[in-house]
């Protein structure tokens, strides 16, 4: 069984930091690209961003300059470091591994799974 567990949210003032962090665990072979999203309360999930198993990254450009997405290949775990937030910043954040292969049993599988999402809220 595939999960993805995250943890780092909270609340901050503006101008604040937090990281994020997003660790997925199970039978895991691969894990094509890992990737940030958020929805604020009325509005569709957006990507924040996405970074692929080489380290290629691309990033919204409300968070570009200010958030750093990163990865630990060998953990399976990614990583939001979140500088200069601002109060339009405050959304519940999901991790997503994309293109995830895990084996059961004899046979191997691909699909993108996503985790349970952590609010973070920005102050003015």
């Known amino acids: 069984q595939v999960q993805l567990v995250e943890s780092g949210g909270g609340l901050v003032q503006a101008g604040g930091s937090l990281r994020l962090s997003c660790a997925a665990s199970g039978s895991i072979f691969s894990i094509k690209a890992m990737a940030w999203y958020r929805q604020a309360r009325g509005k569709q999930r957006e990507l924040v961003a996405r970074i692929s198993s080489g380290g290629s990254t691309n990033y919204a450009d409300s968070v570009k300059g200010r958030f750093t997405i990163s990865r630990d290949n060998a953990k399976n775990t990614v990583y939001l470091q979140m500088n200069i937030l601002k109060p339009e910043d405050t959304a519940v954040y999901y991790c997503?591994?994309?293109?995830?292969?895990?084996?059961?049993?004899?046979?191997?599988?691909?699909?993108?799974?996503w985790g349970q999402g952590t609010q973070v809220t920005v102050s003015s």
């Open positions: 997503a591994a994309e293109g995830l292969t895990y084996s059961r049993g004899s046979s191997y599988y691909n699909n993108d799974f």
